[in-house]
Protein backbone atom coordinates (compact mmCIF):
# COMPACT_ATOMS: atom_id res chain seq x y z
CA UNK A 1 0.00 0.00 0.00
CA UNK A 2 0.94 3.83 -0.76
CA UNK A 3 0.07 6.66 0.77
CA UNK A 4 -2.44 7.29 -2.16
CA UNK A 5 -5.36 6.39 0.98
CA UNK A 6 -4.44 9.36 2.61
CA UNK A 7 -4.82 11.90 -0.13
CA UNK A 8 -8.17 10.25 -0.55
CA UNK A 9 -7.49 7.72 -3.87
CA UNK A 10 -7.34 4.22 -3.49
CA UNK A 11 -4.30 2.54 -2.26
CA UNK A 12 -2.32 0.84 -4.72
CA UNK A 13 -2.16 -2.47 -5.53
CA UNK A 14 1.20 -2.88 -7.35
CA UNK A 15 0.64 -5.18 -10.85
CA UNK A 16 4.17 -4.14 -12.54
CA UNK A 17 6.35 -6.37 -11.25
CA UNK A 18 7.80 -7.04 -14.58
CA UNK A 19 8.99 -4.14 -14.64
CA UNK A 20 10.71 -3.20 -11.33
CA UNK A 21 9.49 -5.69 -8.10
CA UNK A 22 7.88 -3.25 -5.11
CA UNK A 23 8.16 -3.23 -2.25
CA UNK A 24 11.52 -5.21 -1.30
CA UNK A 25 12.45 -7.24 1.20
CA UNK A 26 13.21 -5.40 4.59
CA UNK A 27 16.68 -7.64 4.36
CA UNK A 28 17.04 -5.51 1.05
CA UNK A 29 16.35 -1.97 2.41
CA UNK A 30 18.68 -2.93 5.48
CA UNK A 31 21.76 -4.05 3.15
CA UNK A 32 21.27 -0.85 1.10
CA UNK A 33 20.81 1.39 4.18
CA UNK A 34 24.14 -0.66 5.90
CA UNK A 35 26.06 0.31 2.60
CA UNK A 36 25.35 4.17 2.78
CA UNK A 37 25.99 3.94 6.90
CA UNK A 38 28.79 1.47 7.69
CA UNK A 39 30.74 1.00 4.58
CA UNK A 40 31.54 4.35 2.97
CA UNK A 41 35.39 3.23 1.75
CA UNK A 42 35.90 2.39 -2.00
CA UNK A 43 35.83 -1.76 -2.30
CA UNK A 44 39.43 -2.23 -4.06
CA UNK A 45 40.27 1.25 -3.48
CA UNK A 46 42.37 1.47 0.48
CA UNK A 47 43.93 -0.83 2.80
CA UNK A 48 42.16 0.87 5.42
CA UNK A 49 39.76 -0.48 7.54
CA UNK A 50 36.73 0.73 6.16
CA UNK A 51 37.96 0.11 2.78
CA UNK A 52 38.97 -3.10 3.14
CA UNK A 53 35.33 -4.05 5.15
CA UNK A 54 33.27 -2.88 1.97
CA UNK A 55 35.72 -5.05 -0.57
CA UNK A 56 34.78 -8.19 2.15
CA UNK A 57 30.73 -7.55 1.97
CA UNK A 58 30.61 -6.69 -1.84
CA UNK A 59 32.86 -10.17 -1.80
CA UNK A 60 29.67 -11.62 -0.16
CA UNK A 61 27.36 -10.22 -2.04
CA UNK A 62 28.60 -11.60 -5.59
CA UNK A 63 28.89 -15.37 -3.47
CA UNK A 64 25.31 -14.87 -2.51
CA UNK A 65 24.00 -14.20 -5.95
CA UNK A 66 26.43 -16.79 -7.55
CA UNK A 67 24.84 -19.53 -4.91
CA UNK A 68 21.72 -18.40 -6.28
CA UNK A 69 22.27 -18.91 -9.77
CA UNK A 70 24.80 -21.68 -9.71
CA UNK A 71 27.63 -20.23 -10.37
CA UNK A 72 30.73 -22.11 -8.61
CA UNK A 73 32.84 -18.95 -9.29
CA UNK A 74 31.86 -15.98 -8.40
CA UNK A 75 34.94 -13.97 -10.04
CA UNK A 76 32.68 -14.76 -13.23
CA UNK A 77 29.90 -12.99 -12.18
CA UNK A 78 30.13 -9.09 -13.09
CA UNK A 79 28.31 -6.61 -11.29
CA UNK A 80 26.97 -4.48 -14.16
CA UNK A 81 24.44 -1.18 -14.00
CA UNK A 82 21.82 -3.17 -15.46
CA UNK A 83 20.54 -5.70 -17.50
CA UNK A 84 20.46 -3.54 -20.28
CA UNK A 85 24.46 -3.23 -19.76
CA UNK A 86 25.00 -6.62 -19.45
CA UNK A 87 23.45 -7.78 -23.00
CA UNK A 88 25.36 -4.89 -24.69
CA UNK A 89 28.35 -6.11 -23.06
CA UNK A 90 28.09 -9.87 -24.15
CA UNK A 91 26.81 -9.02 -27.69
CA UNK A 92 29.19 -6.00 -28.75
CA UNK A 93 31.83 -7.58 -26.61
CA UNK A 94 31.89 -10.95 -28.70
CA UNK A 95 30.26 -10.07 -32.12
CA UNK A 96 32.50 -8.38 -34.92
CA UNK A 97 31.59 -7.40 -38.38
CA UNK A 98 31.41 -10.48 -40.43
CA UNK A 99 29.57 -12.82 -37.93
CA UNK A 100 26.22 -14.40 -38.45
CA UNK A 101 24.07 -14.44 -34.91
CA UNK A 102 20.49 -15.94 -34.56
CA UNK A 103 18.01 -14.13 -32.28
CA UNK A 104 14.66 -15.39 -31.05
CA UNK A 105 11.56 -13.20 -31.98
CA UNK A 106 10.54 -12.53 -28.12
CA UNK A 107 13.33 -10.09 -27.65
CA UNK A 108 13.31 -7.14 -25.76
CA UNK A 109 14.94 -3.93 -26.85
CA UNK A 110 17.93 -5.02 -24.29
CA UNK A 111 18.71 -7.76 -27.06
CA UNK A 112 16.99 -6.10 -30.47
CA UNK A 113 18.66 -2.58 -30.39
CA UNK A 114 22.31 -3.49 -29.87
CA UNK A 115 21.76 -6.10 -32.48
CA UNK A 116 20.13 -3.87 -34.66
CA UNK A 117 23.34 -1.77 -33.98
CA UNK A 118 25.82 -4.46 -35.10
CA UNK A 119 23.74 -5.22 -38.07
CA UNK A 120 24.33 -1.78 -39.18
CA UNK A 121 28.12 -2.71 -38.74
CA UNK A 122 28.23 -5.66 -40.73
CA UNK A 123 27.14 -8.59 -38.55
CA UNK A 124 24.73 -10.93 -39.95
CA UNK A 125 21.36 -10.92 -37.82
CA UNK A 126 18.99 -13.64 -38.71
CA UNK A 127 15.29 -13.43 -36.65
CA UNK A 128 13.92 -16.52 -35.88
CA UNK A 129 9.76 -16.15 -35.46
CA UNK A 130 7.91 -17.04 -32.37
CA UNK A 131 4.60 -18.58 -33.36
CA UNK A 132 1.31 -17.57 -31.34
CA UNK A 133 1.84 -17.71 -27.80
CA UNK A 134 5.77 -16.66 -28.08
CA UNK A 135 7.47 -19.88 -27.78
CA UNK A 136 10.24 -19.52 -30.25
CA UNK A 137 10.36 -23.75 -31.74
CA UNK A 138 14.31 -25.19 -31.05
CA UNK A 139 14.03 -26.99 -34.55
CA UNK A 140 13.33 -23.32 -35.78
CA UNK A 141 16.69 -21.69 -34.23
CA UNK A 142 18.77 -25.32 -35.32
CA UNK A 143 17.49 -24.81 -38.81
CA UNK A 144 18.96 -21.50 -38.79
CA UNK A 145 21.94 -22.29 -37.10
CA UNK A 146 22.61 -25.11 -39.55
CA UNK A 147 22.33 -22.93 -42.52
CA UNK A 148 25.42 -21.01 -42.35
CA UNK A 149 28.46 -20.79 -39.81
CA UNK A 150 27.09 -19.17 -36.58
CA UNK A 151 29.16 -17.49 -33.91
CA UNK A 152 26.18 -17.06 -31.63
CA UNK A 153 22.65 -17.88 -30.68
CA UNK A 154 20.81 -15.22 -28.21
CA UNK A 155 17.42 -15.79 -26.90
CA UNK A 156 15.39 -14.04 -23.76
CA UNK A 157 14.90 -17.10 -21.30
CA UNK A 158 11.54 -15.80 -20.40
CA UNK A 159 8.82 -13.39 -22.27
CA UNK A 160 8.39 -9.92 -20.49
CA UNK A 161 4.71 -9.62 -22.53
CA UNK A 162 3.67 -12.70 -21.79
CA UNK A 163 5.43 -15.00 -19.68
CA UNK A 164 6.56 -17.74 -22.25
CA UNK A 165 9.80 -19.56 -21.21
CA UNK A 166 12.01 -20.19 -24.40
CA UNK A 167 14.04 -23.78 -24.14
CA UNK A 168 17.06 -21.96 -23.59
CA UNK A 169 19.13 -25.13 -22.41
CA UNK A 170 17.96 -26.87 -25.82
CA UNK A 171 18.71 -23.71 -27.79
CA UNK A 172 22.81 -24.23 -25.84
CA UNK A 173 22.74 -27.65 -27.19
CA UNK A 174 22.70 -26.39 -30.58
CA UNK A 175 24.27 -23.76 -30.66
CA UNK A 176 27.25 -25.80 -29.04
CA UNK A 177 26.87 -28.97 -31.25
CA UNK A 178 27.00 -26.32 -34.24
CA UNK A 179 30.33 -24.51 -33.07
CA UNK A 180 28.38 -21.10 -31.71
CA UNK A 181 28.04 -19.85 -28.72
CA UNK A 182 24.61 -19.63 -26.47
CA UNK A 183 23.71 -15.82 -24.97
CA UNK A 184 20.69 -15.45 -22.68
CA UNK A 185 18.47 -12.67 -21.66
CA UNK A 186 17.46 -13.23 -17.97
CA UNK A 187 15.44 -10.78 -17.19
CA UNK A 188 12.53 -11.92 -16.37
CA UNK A 189 13.75 -15.25 -15.18
CA UNK A 190 16.12 -14.68 -12.63
CA UNK A 191 14.36 -14.82 -9.37
CA UNK A 192 11.07 -16.23 -10.68
CA UNK A 193 12.77 -19.49 -11.95
CA UNK A 194 15.40 -21.72 -10.32
CA UNK A 195 18.01 -20.64 -12.72
CA UNK A 196 21.73 -22.83 -12.64
CA UNK A 197 23.32 -20.65 -15.52
CA UNK A 198 25.93 -23.45 -16.12
CA UNK A 199 23.62 -26.32 -16.18
CA UNK A 200 21.25 -24.14 -19.38
CA UNK A 201 24.73 -24.46 -20.82
CA UNK A 202 24.87 -20.33 -21.37
CA UNK A 203 27.77 -18.71 -22.71
CA UNK A 204 26.74 -15.45 -21.09
CA UNK A 205 23.41 -14.72 -19.19
CA UNK A 206 22.48 -11.04 -18.26
CA UNK A 207 20.48 -10.79 -14.87
CA UNK A 208 18.20 -7.78 -13.96
CA UNK A 209 18.34 -6.98 -10.03
CA UNK A 210 15.70 -5.39 -9.54
CA UNK A 211 12.78 -7.43 -10.88
CA UNK A 212 12.52 -10.85 -9.90
CA UNK A 213 15.46 -10.81 -8.25
CA UNK A 214 14.28 -8.21 -5.78
CA UNK A 215 17.01 -6.39 -5.43
CA UNK A 216 17.19 -2.24 -6.14
CA UNK A 217 17.46 -0.28 -9.43
CA UNK A 218 20.29 0.20 -10.96
CA UNK A 219 21.92 -2.88 -10.69
CA UNK A 220 22.53 -6.22 -12.41
CA UNK A 221 24.29 -9.22 -12.80
CA UNK A 222 26.15 -10.73 -15.93
CA UNK A 223 27.62 -14.53 -16.25
CA UNK A 224 30.47 -14.82 -18.50
CA UNK A 225 31.77 -18.18 -18.78
CA UNK A 226 35.19 -19.19 -18.19
CA UNK A 227 35.90 -20.15 -21.41
CA UNK A 228 34.53 -17.12 -23.40
CA UNK A 229 36.48 -13.94 -24.29
CA UNK A 230 34.60 -11.11 -24.17
CA UNK A 231 36.59 -7.40 -25.10
CA UNK A 232 35.04 -4.96 -22.94
CA UNK A 233 32.96 -2.28 -23.29
CA UNK A 234 33.90 0.88 -20.83
CA UNK A 235 37.74 1.09 -19.56
CA UNK A 236 38.64 2.84 -16.62
CA UNK A 237 39.86 2.11 -12.76
CA UNK A 238 39.27 -0.88 -11.40
CA UNK A 239 40.32 -2.54 -8.08
CA UNK A 240 42.46 -4.84 -9.02
CA UNK A 241 46.06 -4.56 -11.07
CA UNK A 242 48.40 -1.90 -11.83
CA UNK A 243 47.19 1.44 -11.94
CA UNK A 244 50.20 2.05 -14.00
CA UNK A 245 49.14 -0.08 -17.05
CA UNK A 246 47.40 1.84 -19.71
CA UNK A 247 44.82 -1.47 -20.56
CA UNK A 248 42.48 -2.86 -18.06
CA UNK A 249 43.10 -5.89 -15.49
CA UNK A 250 43.13 -9.20 -17.37
CA UNK A 251 41.35 -10.62 -13.93
CA UNK A 252 37.64 -11.14 -13.63
CA UNK A 253 35.88 -9.51 -12.11
CA UNK A 254 37.85 -6.16 -12.30
CA UNK A 255 38.36 -6.36 -16.12
CA UNK A 256 34.66 -5.46 -16.47
CA UNK A 257 33.82 -3.82 -13.09
CA UNK A 258 35.70 0.13 -14.54
CA UNK A 259 34.61 2.78 -12.28
CA UNK A 260 33.27 2.77 -8.77
CA UNK A 261 31.12 -0.16 -7.69
CA UNK A 262 27.48 0.41 -6.71
CA UNK A 263 27.83 -0.58 -3.06
CA UNK A 264 24.49 -0.11 -2.34
CA UNK A 265 22.78 -1.60 -4.87
CA UNK A 266 25.22 -4.75 -5.55
CA UNK A 267 24.97 -5.38 -1.11
CA UNK A 268 20.97 -4.58 -1.72
CA UNK A 269 21.50 -7.80 -4.82
CA UNK A 270 23.38 -9.53 -2.17
CA UNK A 271 20.57 -9.50 0.35
CA UNK A 272 18.18 -9.93 -2.08
CA UNK A 273 19.97 -13.33 -3.56
CA UNK A 274 20.22 -14.11 -0.04
CA UNK A 275 16.53 -14.02 0.97
CA UNK A 276 15.54 -15.76 -2.58
CA UNK A 277 17.77 -18.43 -1.50
CA UNK A 278 15.74 -19.10 1.79
CA UNK A 279 12.22 -18.02 0.09
CA UNK A 280 12.54 -18.39 -2.94
CA UNK A 281 10.90 -21.69 -3.81
CA UNK A 282 7.67 -20.39 -1.20
CA UNK A 283 7.66 -16.82 -3.12
CA UNK A 284 7.59 -18.78 -6.80
CA UNK A 285 4.53 -21.49 -5.46
CA UNK A 286 2.67 -18.33 -4.06
CA UNK A 287 3.49 -16.49 -7.46
CA UNK A 288 2.39 -19.32 -9.73
CA UNK A 289 -1.01 -19.62 -7.39
CA UNK A 290 -2.27 -16.09 -7.84
CA UNK A 291 -0.99 -16.33 -11.29
CA UNK A 292 -3.51 -19.57 -12.54
CA UNK A 293 -6.07 -17.50 -10.46
CA UNK A 294 -5.27 -14.21 -12.54
CA UNK A 295 -5.31 -15.94 -16.06
CA UNK A 296 -8.68 -18.08 -15.28
CA UNK A 297 -10.50 -15.01 -13.97
CA UNK A 298 -9.55 -13.15 -17.28
CA UNK A 299 -10.25 -16.05 -19.35
CA UNK A 300 -14.01 -15.07 -18.17
CA UNK A 301 -14.07 -11.65 -19.13
CA UNK A 302 -15.92 -11.16 -22.40
CA UNK A 303 -13.79 -9.53 -25.14
CA UNK A 304 -10.31 -10.31 -23.24
CA UNK A 305 -7.49 -12.24 -25.38
CA UNK A 306 -4.91 -13.85 -23.24
CA UNK A 307 -1.81 -13.74 -24.42
CA UNK A 308 0.80 -16.06 -24.10
CA UNK A 309 0.93 -20.04 -22.78
CA UNK A 310 -2.14 -21.69 -22.73
CA UNK A 311 -3.59 -22.83 -19.08
CA UNK A 312 -1.33 -25.50 -17.75
CA UNK A 313 1.89 -24.54 -19.05
CA UNK A 314 4.76 -23.28 -17.16
CA UNK A 315 5.19 -19.94 -17.59
CA UNK A 316 6.58 -16.55 -15.33
CA UNK A 317 3.80 -14.39 -13.60
CA UNK A 318 3.60 -12.22 -16.15
CA UNK A 319 0.16 -12.10 -17.76
CA UNK A 320 -1.25 -9.38 -21.24
CA UNK A 321 -4.24 -9.43 -22.48
CA UNK A 322 -5.87 -7.42 -25.73
CA UNK A 323 -9.76 -6.58 -25.12
CA UNK A 324 -11.84 -6.58 -28.89
CA UNK A 325 -12.99 -2.63 -28.86
CA UNK A 326 -11.16 -1.07 -25.78
CA UNK A 327 -7.45 0.59 -26.09
CA UNK A 328 -5.41 -0.84 -23.44
CA UNK A 329 -4.08 2.69 -22.71
CA UNK A 330 -7.70 3.37 -21.52
CA UNK A 331 -8.40 0.13 -19.59
CA UNK A 332 -5.07 1.02 -17.73
CA UNK A 333 -5.59 4.16 -16.72
CA UNK A 334 -9.35 3.63 -15.74
CA UNK A 335 -7.80 0.64 -13.62
CA UNK A 336 -5.47 3.13 -11.85
CA UNK A 337 -8.07 6.01 -11.66
CA UNK A 338 -10.90 4.08 -10.25
CA UNK A 339 -9.26 1.40 -8.45
CA UNK A 340 -5.50 2.31 -7.62
CA UNK A 341 -4.35 -0.65 -9.52
CA UNK A 342 -0.64 -0.02 -11.16
CA UNK A 343 -0.19 -2.21 -14.49
CA UNK A 344 1.51 -1.28 -17.75
CA UNK A 345 -0.04 -1.00 -21.46
CA UNK A 346 1.85 -0.17 -24.46
CA UNK A 347 4.60 -2.45 -26.17
CA UNK A 348 6.49 -2.82 -22.99
CA UNK A 349 9.65 -2.13 -24.94
CA UNK A 350 9.43 -5.38 -26.80
CA UNK A 351 8.10 -4.62 -30.96
CA UNK A 352 9.65 -7.92 -31.94
CA UNK A 353 7.58 -9.64 -29.42
CA UNK A 354 4.30 -7.88 -30.06
CA UNK A 355 4.94 -8.51 -33.95
CA UNK A 356 5.13 -12.03 -32.93
CA UNK A 357 1.91 -11.90 -31.02
CA UNK A 358 0.14 -9.94 -33.64
CA UNK A 359 -0.08 -7.04 -30.99
CA UNK A 360 2.21 -4.85 -32.75
CA UNK A 361 -0.29 -2.09 -33.49
CA UNK A 362 -2.66 -2.56 -30.58
CA UNK A 363 -0.03 -3.59 -27.97
CA UNK A 364 -1.13 -4.99 -24.45
CA UNK A 365 -2.40 -4.55 -20.86
CA UNK A 366 0.25 -6.49 -18.61
CA UNK A 367 0.06 -7.51 -15.15
CA UNK A 368 3.30 -8.87 -13.38
CA UNK A 369 2.87 -10.70 -10.69
CA UNK A 370 5.53 -10.89 -7.94
CA UNK A 371 6.47 -10.48 -4.33
CA UNK A 372 3.81 -9.40 -2.16
CA UNK A 373 0.87 -9.75 -4.26
CA UNK A 374 -2.45 -11.36 -2.24
CA UNK A 375 -5.21 -12.94 -3.70
CA UNK A 376 -7.38 -10.04 -2.74
CA UNK A 377 -5.05 -7.99 -4.93
CA UNK A 378 -6.08 -10.66 -7.73
CA UNK A 379 -9.53 -10.51 -6.71
CA UNK A 380 -10.18 -6.88 -6.82
CA UNK A 381 -8.60 -6.55 -10.33
CA UNK A 382 -11.01 -9.05 -11.70
CA UNK A 383 -13.87 -7.01 -10.18
CA UNK A 384 -12.22 -3.60 -11.59
CA UNK A 385 -11.30 -4.89 -14.94
CA UNK A 386 -15.12 -6.48 -15.63
CA UNK A 387 -16.44 -3.29 -14.72
CA UNK A 388 -13.98 -1.55 -16.86
CA UNK A 389 -15.06 -2.67 -19.77
CA UNK A 390 -18.16 -4.40 -19.13
Not at 137 to 163: F, K, W, Y
Not at 202 to 212: C, F, I, L, M
Not at 354 to 379: K, M, Q
Request: proline share 5%.
Amino acid sequence: MTSAAANGLPPTVYLDHAATSWPKPDAVVAAVHDALTRFGGNPGRGAYRMAMDTSRALFEARESCARLLGVTDSENLIFTPSCTFGCNLMLKGVLRPGDRVVAGGMEHNAVARPLSKLAVAGVELVVVPADATGYVDPDDIERAVRAAPTRAVVCMHASNVCGTIQPVGDMADIAHENGAIMLVDGAQAAGHLEVDIPALGADAYAVSGHKGMLGPQGIGLLYLSPDLDVDTLVEGGTGGGSSAIAAMPAERPDRYEAGTHNVPGALGLGAAAAYLLAKGQEIRAEEMRLVRLLRDGLEAIRDVHVLGPGSGVERTPVVSFVHESIEGDRIAFELDRRYGIACRSGLHCAPWAHDSLGTLVSGAVRFGVGFGNTHDDISLLLEGLAEVVG
